[in-house]
Protein backbone atom coordinates (compact mmCIF):
# COMPACT_ATOMS: atom_id res chain seq x y z
CA UNK A 1 0.00 0.00 0.00
CA UNK A 2 1.17 3.48 -0.71
CA UNK A 3 2.79 6.28 2.04
CA UNK A 4 -0.96 7.58 2.08
CA UNK A 5 -1.57 4.63 4.53
CA UNK A 6 1.53 3.63 6.04
CA UNK A 7 1.66 6.29 7.90
CA UNK A 8 -0.90 7.44 11.12
CA UNK A 9 -3.97 7.75 10.93
CA UNK A 10 -3.93 11.52 11.17
CA UNK A 11 -1.68 11.78 8.12
CA UNK A 12 -4.48 10.10 6.11
CA UNK A 13 -7.17 12.32 7.27
CA UNK A 14 -4.83 15.41 6.28
CA UNK A 15 -4.07 13.92 2.77
CA UNK A 16 -6.73 11.97 1.44
CA UNK A 17 -6.37 12.08 -1.71
CA UNK A 18 -9.94 13.04 -2.94
CA UNK A 19 -9.18 15.96 -0.12
CA UNK A 20 -5.74 16.98 -1.98
CA UNK A 21 -7.74 16.72 -5.96
CA UNK A 22 -10.38 19.05 -4.53
CA UNK A 23 -7.95 21.51 -3.20
CA UNK A 24 -5.04 21.60 -5.71
CA UNK A 25 -7.08 20.28 -8.44
CA UNK A 26 -6.46 17.16 -10.73
CA UNK A 27 -4.40 15.46 -12.25
CA UNK A 28 -1.65 16.48 -8.97
CA UNK A 29 1.88 15.34 -8.33
CA UNK A 30 1.90 14.56 -4.60
CA UNK A 31 5.23 14.51 -2.65
CA UNK A 32 6.59 12.97 0.59
CA UNK A 33 8.97 14.47 2.31
CA UNK A 34 9.95 11.48 4.66
CA UNK A 35 10.41 9.39 2.23
CA UNK A 36 12.39 11.56 -0.13
CA UNK A 37 14.78 12.18 2.58
CA UNK A 38 15.36 8.65 3.81
CA UNK A 39 16.05 7.90 0.21
CA UNK A 40 18.61 10.41 0.01
CA UNK A 41 20.43 8.71 3.68
CA UNK A 42 20.09 4.78 1.52
CA UNK A 43 22.49 6.55 -1.39
CA UNK A 44 24.33 8.65 0.99
CA UNK A 45 25.33 5.60 2.84
CA UNK A 46 25.83 2.81 0.28
CA UNK A 47 29.85 3.68 0.37
CA UNK A 48 31.59 4.55 3.97
CA UNK A 49 34.12 6.53 2.63
CA UNK A 50 35.03 10.14 2.92
CA UNK A 51 36.07 9.87 -1.07
CA UNK A 52 32.04 8.50 -1.59
CA UNK A 53 30.14 11.06 -3.01
CA UNK A 54 26.00 11.15 -4.41
CA UNK A 55 25.38 13.58 -7.12
CA UNK A 56 21.52 13.61 -7.72
CA UNK A 57 20.78 13.37 -11.53
CA UNK A 58 18.25 16.02 -12.23
CA UNK A 59 16.70 14.79 -15.29
CA UNK A 60 14.04 12.50 -13.28
CA UNK A 61 12.87 15.32 -11.20
CA UNK A 62 13.81 19.32 -10.75
CA UNK A 63 11.44 20.63 -8.85
CA UNK A 64 12.70 23.63 -7.20
CA UNK A 65 11.75 22.28 -3.57
CA UNK A 66 12.55 18.82 -4.26
CA UNK A 67 16.01 20.02 -5.25
CA UNK A 68 16.33 21.98 -1.49
CA UNK A 69 15.45 19.00 0.53
CA UNK A 70 18.13 17.45 -1.79
CA UNK A 71 21.05 19.65 -1.25
CA UNK A 72 20.02 19.61 2.26
CA UNK A 73 20.69 16.06 2.30
CA UNK A 74 24.04 16.55 1.50
CA UNK A 75 24.14 15.10 -1.89
CA UNK A 76 25.62 16.81 -5.26
CA UNK A 77 24.04 17.12 -8.80
CA UNK A 78 24.40 16.37 -12.28
CA UNK A 79 22.83 18.84 -14.76
CA UNK A 80 21.92 17.58 -18.47
CA UNK A 81 21.21 20.90 -19.83
CA UNK A 82 21.55 25.03 -19.20
CA UNK A 83 18.36 25.22 -18.13
CA UNK A 84 19.47 22.27 -15.28
CA UNK A 85 22.32 23.94 -14.15
CA UNK A 86 20.33 27.00 -14.16
CA UNK A 87 17.43 25.54 -11.32
CA UNK A 88 20.33 23.80 -9.50
CA UNK A 89 21.60 27.35 -9.21
CA UNK A 90 18.72 28.47 -8.06
CA UNK A 91 17.86 25.67 -5.64
CA UNK A 92 21.46 26.57 -4.11
CA UNK A 93 23.84 24.63 -4.66
CA UNK A 94 27.28 25.95 -5.64
CA UNK A 95 28.67 25.70 -8.88
CA UNK A 96 31.56 23.13 -7.89
CA UNK A 97 28.57 20.67 -6.51
CA UNK A 98 27.16 20.71 -10.49
CA UNK A 99 28.38 18.10 -13.01
CA UNK A 100 27.49 18.75 -16.41
CA UNK A 101 26.79 15.55 -18.27
CA UNK A 102 26.05 17.03 -21.76
CA UNK A 103 26.00 15.52 -25.07
CA UNK A 104 26.18 16.71 -28.72
CA UNK A 105 26.07 20.39 -27.16
CA UNK A 106 27.02 23.73 -29.01
CA UNK A 107 30.15 25.86 -27.58
CA UNK A 108 27.84 28.27 -26.48
CA UNK A 109 26.19 25.48 -23.99
CA UNK A 110 29.61 24.18 -22.98
CA UNK A 111 30.50 28.06 -22.31
CA UNK A 112 27.16 28.49 -20.02
CA UNK A 113 28.67 26.00 -17.82
CA UNK A 114 32.12 26.77 -18.03
CA UNK A 115 31.72 30.67 -17.53
CA UNK A 116 30.11 29.35 -13.85
CA UNK A 117 32.98 27.12 -13.35
CA UNK A 118 30.74 24.05 -13.33
CA UNK A 119 32.80 20.79 -14.27
CA UNK A 120 32.09 19.12 -18.14
CA UNK A 121 31.94 16.16 -19.29
CA UNK A 122 31.65 15.87 -22.91
CA UNK A 123 30.60 12.59 -24.39
CA UNK A 124 32.77 12.25 -27.85
CA UNK A 125 36.06 12.65 -29.40
CA UNK A 126 34.66 15.77 -32.05
CA UNK A 127 32.98 17.09 -28.71
CA UNK A 128 36.33 17.28 -26.80
CA UNK A 129 37.69 18.71 -29.79
CA UNK A 130 35.52 21.75 -29.60
CA UNK A 131 36.05 21.83 -25.91
CA UNK A 132 39.72 22.03 -26.38
CA UNK A 133 39.85 24.55 -29.14
CA UNK A 134 37.24 26.69 -27.28
CA UNK A 135 38.63 26.41 -23.44
CA UNK A 136 41.96 25.53 -24.19
CA UNK A 137 43.78 24.93 -20.70
CA UNK A 138 40.43 24.48 -18.69
CA UNK A 139 38.96 21.26 -16.45
CA UNK A 140 37.20 18.68 -18.62
CA UNK A 141 36.03 15.33 -17.69
CA UNK A 142 35.35 12.40 -20.37
CA UNK A 143 32.04 9.82 -20.32
CA UNK A 144 33.66 6.46 -21.48
CA UNK A 145 31.49 3.64 -22.72
CA UNK A 146 33.12 0.80 -21.11
CA UNK A 147 30.78 -1.68 -23.15
CA UNK A 148 28.38 -2.65 -20.05
CA UNK A 149 24.58 -1.62 -20.23
CA UNK A 150 21.44 -2.25 -18.39
CA UNK A 151 18.65 -0.64 -18.16
CA UNK A 152 14.60 -2.14 -18.13
CA UNK A 153 14.29 -1.35 -21.41
CA UNK A 154 16.41 -0.63 -24.83
CA UNK A 155 15.95 3.30 -24.56
CA UNK A 156 17.35 3.76 -21.34
CA UNK A 157 20.55 1.56 -21.89
CA UNK A 158 23.20 3.78 -22.29
CA UNK A 159 26.24 2.26 -22.91
CA UNK A 160 27.23 -1.25 -24.72
CA UNK A 161 27.20 -1.53 -28.62
CA UNK A 162 23.50 -0.14 -29.10
CA UNK A 163 23.89 3.33 -27.65
CA UNK A 164 25.33 6.89 -29.26
CA UNK A 165 27.16 7.43 -25.61
CA UNK A 166 30.40 7.65 -24.33
CA UNK A 167 33.96 7.57 -25.58
CA UNK A 168 34.58 4.00 -26.71
CA UNK A 169 37.29 1.95 -23.95
CA UNK A 170 39.48 1.58 -27.31
CA UNK A 171 39.57 5.47 -27.70
CA UNK A 172 41.91 6.41 -24.43
CA UNK A 173 45.14 7.27 -27.17
CA UNK A 174 42.95 9.73 -28.72
CA UNK A 175 41.93 10.93 -25.28
CA UNK A 176 45.37 11.42 -24.41
CA UNK A 177 46.22 13.11 -27.87
CA UNK A 178 43.36 15.85 -27.53
CA UNK A 179 43.46 16.54 -23.48
CA UNK A 180 47.66 17.33 -24.83
CA UNK A 181 47.42 19.17 -27.98
CA UNK A 182 44.97 21.67 -25.70
CA UNK A 183 46.33 21.63 -22.48
CA UNK A 184 43.28 20.49 -21.22
CA UNK A 185 43.12 19.22 -17.74
CA UNK A 186 41.57 15.75 -17.67
CA UNK A 187 39.90 15.70 -14.40
CA UNK A 188 37.32 13.06 -14.39
CA UNK A 189 36.29 9.96 -16.48
CA UNK A 190 32.61 8.90 -15.71
CA UNK A 191 29.65 6.59 -17.35
CA UNK A 192 26.30 5.57 -17.11
CA UNK A 193 25.23 1.80 -17.68
CA UNK A 194 21.50 2.50 -17.57
CA UNK A 195 18.33 2.83 -15.94
CA UNK A 196 16.61 1.07 -13.62
CA UNK A 197 18.35 -2.58 -12.66
CA UNK A 198 17.83 -4.38 -9.62
CA UNK A 199 20.74 -6.09 -8.29
CA UNK A 200 24.57 -4.49 -9.40
CA UNK A 201 26.57 -7.02 -11.31
CA UNK A 202 26.67 -5.33 -14.72
CA UNK A 203 27.17 -1.83 -12.92
CA UNK A 204 29.88 -3.31 -10.78
CA UNK A 205 31.69 -4.63 -13.91
CA UNK A 206 31.29 -0.91 -15.81
CA UNK A 207 32.85 0.19 -12.33
CA UNK A 208 35.84 -2.12 -12.53
CA UNK A 209 36.40 -1.29 -16.22
CA UNK A 210 35.96 2.55 -15.35
CA UNK A 211 38.93 2.05 -12.52
CA UNK A 212 41.39 0.08 -14.90
CA UNK A 213 40.89 3.21 -17.03
CA UNK A 214 41.03 5.73 -14.31
CA UNK A 215 44.65 4.09 -13.38
CA UNK A 216 45.88 5.23 -16.90
CA UNK A 217 45.63 8.83 -15.91
CA UNK A 218 47.97 10.54 -13.48
CA UNK A 219 45.91 13.29 -11.89
CA UNK A 220 42.28 12.46 -12.37
CA UNK A 221 40.44 14.11 -9.37
CA UNK A 222 37.76 11.82 -9.52
CA UNK A 223 35.33 9.32 -11.69
CA UNK A 224 31.50 8.77 -11.44
CA UNK A 225 30.40 5.37 -12.00
CA UNK A 226 27.13 6.60 -12.45
CA UNK A 227 23.09 5.94 -11.49
CA UNK A 228 20.66 3.67 -12.55
CA UNK A 229 19.87 1.78 -8.98
CA UNK A 230 16.35 0.16 -9.15
CA UNK A 231 13.04 0.82 -7.34
CA UNK A 232 10.40 -2.27 -8.03
CA UNK A 233 7.51 -1.18 -9.67
CA UNK A 234 5.60 -4.10 -8.74
CA UNK A 235 5.61 -3.88 -4.49
CA UNK A 236 1.52 -5.29 -5.01
CA UNK A 237 2.55 -8.17 -6.43
CA UNK A 238 5.32 -8.76 -4.02
CA UNK A 239 8.45 -7.49 -5.70
CA UNK A 240 10.88 -6.58 -2.78
CA UNK A 241 13.15 -3.64 -3.15
CA UNK A 242 16.46 -3.81 -4.95
CA UNK A 243 19.01 -5.28 -2.02
CA UNK A 244 21.52 -2.43 -1.55
CA UNK A 245 23.36 -4.64 1.24
CA UNK A 246 25.84 -6.70 -1.55
CA UNK A 247 26.21 -3.57 -4.07
CA UNK A 248 27.35 -1.81 -0.90
CA UNK A 249 29.88 -4.22 0.28
CA UNK A 250 31.54 -4.99 -2.72
CA UNK A 251 31.40 -1.35 -4.08
CA UNK A 252 32.94 -0.39 -0.58
CA UNK A 253 35.93 -2.69 -1.47
CA UNK A 254 36.24 -1.62 -5.19
CA UNK A 255 37.13 1.46 -4.53
CA UNK A 256 39.27 1.12 -1.44
CA UNK A 257 41.32 -1.15 -3.78
CA UNK A 258 41.20 1.64 -6.51
CA UNK A 259 41.87 4.36 -3.85
CA UNK A 260 44.81 2.19 -2.48
CA UNK A 261 46.28 1.52 -6.33
CA UNK A 262 46.07 5.35 -7.48
CA UNK A 263 47.68 5.60 -4.21
CA UNK A 264 46.42 9.02 -4.21
CA UNK A 265 42.92 10.16 -3.32
CA UNK A 266 40.54 10.01 -6.36
CA UNK A 267 37.14 11.38 -5.15
CA UNK A 268 34.23 8.35 -6.84
CA UNK A 269 30.60 9.72 -7.51
CA UNK A 270 27.48 8.00 -8.31
CA UNK A 271 24.78 9.42 -9.99
CA UNK A 272 20.99 7.95 -8.81
CA UNK A 273 17.82 9.89 -10.18
CA UNK A 274 14.87 7.40 -10.13
CA UNK A 275 16.23 5.96 -6.91
CA UNK A 276 15.96 9.10 -5.07
CA UNK A 277 12.17 10.88 -6.25
CA UNK A 278 10.60 7.72 -7.95
CA UNK A 279 8.80 6.65 -4.27
CA UNK A 280 8.17 9.87 -2.69
CA UNK A 281 5.94 10.97 -5.91
CA UNK A 282 2.29 9.70 -6.58
CA UNK A 283 0.03 10.93 -9.22
CA UNK A 284 -3.42 11.42 -8.67
CA UNK A 285 -6.26 11.88 -11.15
CA UNK A 286 -10.05 11.45 -11.50
CA UNK A 287 -12.08 9.10 -13.32
CA UNK A 288 -14.12 10.73 -15.44
CA UNK A 289 -15.56 7.65 -17.79
CA UNK A 290 -15.73 4.26 -18.07
CA UNK A 291 -17.09 2.22 -21.67
CA UNK A 292 -16.84 -1.34 -23.38
CA UNK A 293 -15.56 -1.08 -26.89
CA UNK A 294 -14.95 -4.63 -28.55
CA UNK A 295 -14.79 -6.03 -25.67
CA UNK A 296 -12.33 -4.25 -23.58
CA UNK A 297 -13.42 -1.93 -21.00
CA UNK A 298 -11.66 1.49 -20.96
CA UNK A 299 -11.68 3.50 -17.60
CA UNK A 300 -11.17 7.22 -19.01
CA UNK A 301 -9.19 9.21 -16.49
CA UNK A 302 -7.27 12.65 -16.79
CA UNK A 303 -4.02 11.35 -16.24
CA UNK A 304 -3.17 11.58 -20.14
CA UNK A 305 0.15 10.60 -21.64
CA UNK A 306 1.13 14.45 -20.93
CA UNK A 307 1.00 13.70 -16.97
CA UNK A 308 3.05 10.70 -17.15
CA UNK A 309 4.76 9.74 -19.96
CA UNK A 310 6.52 6.40 -18.99
CA UNK A 311 4.12 3.86 -19.93
CA UNK A 312 3.82 4.77 -23.86
CA UNK A 313 7.50 5.77 -24.13
CA UNK A 314 9.13 2.68 -22.11
CA UNK A 315 6.28 0.28 -21.45
CA UNK A 316 6.59 1.11 -18.34
CA UNK A 317 4.46 -0.30 -15.56
CA UNK A 318 2.75 1.66 -12.21
CA UNK A 319 0.81 0.02 -10.19
CA UNK A 320 -2.46 2.55 -8.85
CA UNK A 321 -4.56 2.39 -6.06
CA UNK A 322 -7.87 3.18 -6.20
CA UNK A 323 -9.84 5.25 -3.77
CA UNK A 324 -13.45 6.11 -3.50
CA UNK A 325 -14.81 8.33 -0.34
CA UNK A 326 -11.28 8.61 1.18
CA UNK A 327 -11.36 4.82 1.23
CA UNK A 328 -9.10 2.59 -0.65
CA UNK A 329 -10.98 -0.46 -2.83
CA UNK A 330 -9.79 -3.61 -2.38
CA UNK A 331 -11.44 -6.71 -3.88
CA UNK A 332 -13.93 -7.11 -7.02
CA UNK A 333 -11.56 -6.91 -9.19
CA UNK A 334 -12.04 -6.44 -12.71
CA UNK A 335 -9.54 -6.13 -15.86
CA UNK A 336 -9.45 -2.78 -17.42
CA UNK A 337 -7.74 -0.61 -19.88
CA UNK A 338 -7.16 2.37 -17.99
CA UNK A 339 -6.39 6.04 -20.48
CA UNK A 340 -6.49 9.41 -20.47
CA UNK A 341 -7.87 12.31 -22.00
CA UNK A 342 -5.48 12.98 -24.98
CA UNK A 343 -6.22 12.25 -28.55
CA UNK A 344 -4.35 9.52 -29.61
CA UNK A 345 -4.66 5.92 -29.72
CA UNK A 346 -1.99 5.10 -27.54
CA UNK A 347 -2.71 6.90 -24.82
CA UNK A 348 -3.39 4.33 -22.76
CA UNK A 349 -1.70 4.49 -18.78
CA UNK A 350 -2.48 0.67 -17.53
CA UNK A 351 -2.90 -2.15 -20.25
CA UNK A 352 -5.28 -4.86 -19.46
CA UNK A 353 -5.11 -4.68 -15.78
CA UNK A 354 -6.91 -6.29 -12.80
CA UNK A 355 -8.19 -3.43 -10.79
CA UNK A 356 -10.58 -3.10 -8.33
CA UNK A 357 -14.25 -2.10 -10.04
CA UNK A 358 -13.80 1.81 -10.69
CA UNK A 359 -16.98 4.11 -11.17
CA UNK A 360 -17.35 8.09 -11.93
CA UNK A 361 -15.98 10.16 -9.16
CA UNK A 362 -13.01 7.45 -8.09
CA UNK A 363 -10.12 8.31 -7.37
CA UNK A 364 -6.94 6.82 -8.94
CA UNK A 365 -3.01 7.13 -7.35
CA UNK A 366 -0.62 5.87 -9.72
CA UNK A 367 2.27 4.86 -7.52
CA UNK A 368 6.07 5.68 -7.83
CA UNK A 369 5.56 8.15 -10.14
CA UNK A 370 8.12 10.44 -8.63
CA UNK A 371 11.01 9.87 -11.14
CA UNK A 372 10.39 11.13 -14.68
CA UNK A 373 7.10 11.53 -14.31
CA UNK A 374 6.54 15.49 -13.77
CA UNK A 375 9.77 15.88 -15.45
CA UNK A 376 8.94 14.87 -18.52
CA UNK A 377 5.15 15.93 -18.70
CA UNK A 378 4.02 18.55 -21.12
CA UNK A 379 1.70 20.92 -22.93
CA UNK A 380 0.46 18.13 -25.92
CA UNK A 381 -3.33 19.09 -27.03
CA UNK A 382 -2.42 22.27 -25.36
CA UNK A 383 -3.17 20.82 -21.85
CA UNK A 384 -1.84 22.06 -18.34
CA UNK A 385 0.68 20.48 -16.29
CA UNK A 386 -0.66 19.81 -12.94
CA UNK A 387 0.38 21.26 -9.72
CA UNK A 388 2.90 19.33 -7.22
CA UNK A 389 2.41 19.53 -3.25
CA UNK A 390 4.67 18.36 -0.93
CA UNK A 391 3.27 16.73 2.58
CA UNK A 392 5.80 18.08 4.57
CA UNK A 393 7.61 16.13 7.81
CA UNK A 394 4.59 17.94 9.66
CA UNK A 395 2.16 15.75 7.43
CA UNK A 396 1.20 18.97 6.25
CA UNK A 397 0.51 19.02 2.48
CA UNK A 398 1.94 22.43 1.00
CA UNK A 399 2.19 23.74 -3.37
CA UNK A 400 5.68 23.95 -4.18
CA UNK A 401 4.26 24.54 -7.63
CA UNK A 402 1.16 25.91 -9.09
CA UNK A 403 -0.74 23.75 -12.15
CA UNK A 404 -0.05 25.69 -15.49
CA UNK A 405 -2.84 28.52 -16.47
CA UNK A 406 -3.98 29.17 -19.88
CA UNK A 407 -2.09 31.97 -19.75
CA UNK A 408 0.94 29.88 -19.26
CA UNK A 409 0.15 28.35 -23.03
CA UNK A 410 0.24 31.81 -24.13
CA UNK A 411 4.08 32.50 -23.42
CA UNK A 412 5.99 33.56 -25.59
CA UNK A 413 4.14 33.80 -28.85
CA UNK A 414 5.00 36.87 -31.05
CA UNK A 415 1.62 38.54 -31.23
C1 LIG B 1 24.24 10.28 -17.46
C2 LIG B 1 23.12 9.88 -16.56
N1 LIG B 1 23.35 9.81 -15.25
C3 LIG B 1 22.38 9.44 -14.37
C4 LIG B 1 21.13 9.11 -14.80
C5 LIG B 1 20.09 8.71 -13.80
O1 LIG B 1 19.62 7.44 -14.00
P1 LIG B 1 18.62 6.79 -12.94
O2 LIG B 1 17.48 7.74 -12.81
O3 LIG B 1 18.22 5.52 -13.54
O4 LIG B 1 19.36 6.63 -11.67
C6 LIG B 1 20.84 9.15 -16.19
C7 LIG B 1 19.52 8.76 -16.67
O5 LIG B 1 19.30 8.33 -17.76
C8 LIG B 1 21.86 9.54 -17.09
O6 LIG B 1 21.65 9.62 -18.40
Known amino acids: MSWFFTKSVDFYRQNRPDHLLTQYGSPLYAYNEQVLRERCRDMKNLVDSPLFGVNYSTKANSNLTLLNIIREEGLDADAMSPGEIHV ?7 P ?33 ELFGRAFAGRRVAVRINTGHGAGHNEKVVTAGKKTKFGVNDDQITDIKALVKRYSLRLCGLNQH ?3 LFMEGSAYLAGARLLMELALEFDDLEFIDLGGGFGISYYKQAGEGPMDLAPLSRELTELIQNFQHRCGRPVHCKIEPGRYITAECGVLLGNVLARKVNSGVTYVGTDLGF ?26 DHETVTVVGNICESGDKLLKARSLPRMQLGDVIAVMDAGAYGYSMASNYNNRLRPAEVLIGLDGQPRLIRRRDTLEDLMRGFAL
Do not use: T, W
Not at 88 to 94: D, I, N, W
Not at 99 to 128: G, H, K, P, T, W
Open 96 to 128: EQIFYICNNVSVEEMAYAVERDICVSVDSLSQL
Open 88 to 94: LLQAGFK
Open 306 to 331: NVLQRPIMYDAHHEAEIYRDGVCLEG
Open 193 to 195: VGS
